[in-house]
């Protein structure tokens, strides 16, 4: 009885017989099971789940986060702004009609294009068309990365900062950020030209910008890209670059402090468990990570 | 595609989350604050944070997003205020032979108890109602408090002996 746990452990039956024994013969076991007893006897309030539901419900169309929300009051003249606002981007979409789909940090989209050819963006991609003139020449801008199943038809185009890549009707992913490419083959033929030089592709291989800015040549392996399969894979790439994946696929952010980042790294990581995706990139890299937040992760060197 | 990611968006998805989640952490707020409405609120309000955030939450992270509203909103605003559990008398028999005297010292004991539970320290109070009430293990009080099994087993054991101490004393 001298331990500060015993009732605590009796209670739960994680006591010897002896233990048992000794306490059931004393007086203070009765009064124990009688307060026992009375408890038993309390009513918790009932809480309707189905009902707390549908009032939730209601209740967030109106929910607004005080943190982030203030209420402005509009004053005459900026409805007359917010409609000249209102009547110009009518304008921009009657006269340039671009469309603009984008990915938010640790999202994927589908889009189908109006050739029906189909856009998968990863997180923090955009891509940009437009409506009118691209059933005749097909081209769109993308930002990001992206995986393209194209439609056979005339000539494909995907433009971007670091070189455009132009195809027949085929599979395909781009990874255009910063000052790098990457274009993988899935099927068909995919020609890749940035300023200094062109390249075709055929299904299996790949290209990757180095860092003088040409093109080198690449095997892959399956066929669809692995960030579609829900993880991330990496060959030769900086440290820089993979821990701006990790924060675009997880919605995070990443303090390297004295970390170098110019270090090389080669493997995967998953999607769908940021403690195993951090372990299996930094573990081999000899690097610790701590959580300071939900958000927030600061890597050290062990 | 095949969906990797499960969003809380997802009104299937946050629906779940609610018949899950809302339950426990209303009795959990109950229990340490003692004000059902106010606890109710507060779940309220939780809930409505995690749909107005719901693309930045990833599933997994959902459970402890809305305890940590729920500990900061619960700390914040209300204060604490004395437990008032209710309780079923013992089966009202027609044909009862129990002495008025009996019934009327089993009144006195419950309201000695509930009086008794009212002054325990929330935190004594908090594991011992999730305990003997909603008849949660110990484990599950643990990592619903993130505390150790070994203080839930502390806090039982407090609780216990002040409990007998306060009933004794009246």
Sequence with gaps: MEKDNFLGRWLSGDISEEEKKEF???????????????????????????????????????????????VIKLRPWW??????????????????????????????????????????????????????????????????????????????????????????????????????????????????????????????????????????????????????????????????????????????????NDIDVNRLF??????????????????????SYVFNNQKNISLKNK | MPENVISVCDEKVYEQLYREYAEKICYYLYYKYGDMEKAQDIVQDSFAKLWTNCSKIIFEAAKSFLYKIANNASINEYKHQKIVLKYKSTEQKTYTNESPEFQMEEKEFMHRLNTAIAELKEGQREVFLLNRIEKKTYKEIAEMLDISVKAVEKRMHLALIVLRKKIGNV
């Design chain 1, 24 to 70: 059931e013969n004393s007086k203070d076991h009765l009064a124990y099971k009688d307060i026992l007893k009375g408890v038993e006897k309390f009513e918790r309030p009932v809480f309707d789940v189905e009902k707390g539901l549908e009032n939730q419900k209601e209740f967030n169309q109106t929910f607004k986060d005080s943190s982030e929300n203030k």
């Design chain 1, 79 to 256: 409805y007359a702004a917010a409609a000249a606002i209102v009547i110009l981007f009518g304008l921009r979409t009657i006269f340039f009609s671009t469309t603009e789909i984008y990915t938010k940090m640790a999202e994927t989209k589908i889009w189908t294009l109006p050739d029906n050819s189909l856009v998968t963006l990863n997180a923090d991609s955009s891509i940009e068309y437009n409506k009118k003139t691209f059933a005749e020449d097909r081209i769109i801008e993308l930002n990001g990365e992206a995986f393209f199943d194209v439609e056979k038809g005339s000539s494909f185009t995907v433009k971007t900062k670091n070189g455009d890549i132009t195809v027949l009707g085929t599979e395909f992913n781009v990874y255009s950020r910063d000052k790098h490419i990457e274009v993988h083959c899935f099927e068909g033929k995919v020609q890749v030209s940035n300023s200094k030089e062109t390249v075709i592709l055929t299904p299996g291989k790949a290209i990757k910008s180095n860092a003088e800015g040409s093109l080198d040549s690449n095997e892959v392996k399956g066929s669809k890209p692995s960030w579609m399969q829900g993880k991330s894979t990496f060959d030769q790439v900086t440290l820089q670059q993979l821990i701006q994946e990790l924060e675009r696929q997880y919605d995070i952010n990443i303090t390297t």
């Design chain 1, 266 to 287: 080669s493997g995967f990581f998953v999607h769908n468990d940021l403690d195993k995706a951090l372990k299996t990139c930094f573990e081999p890299m000899n690097i």
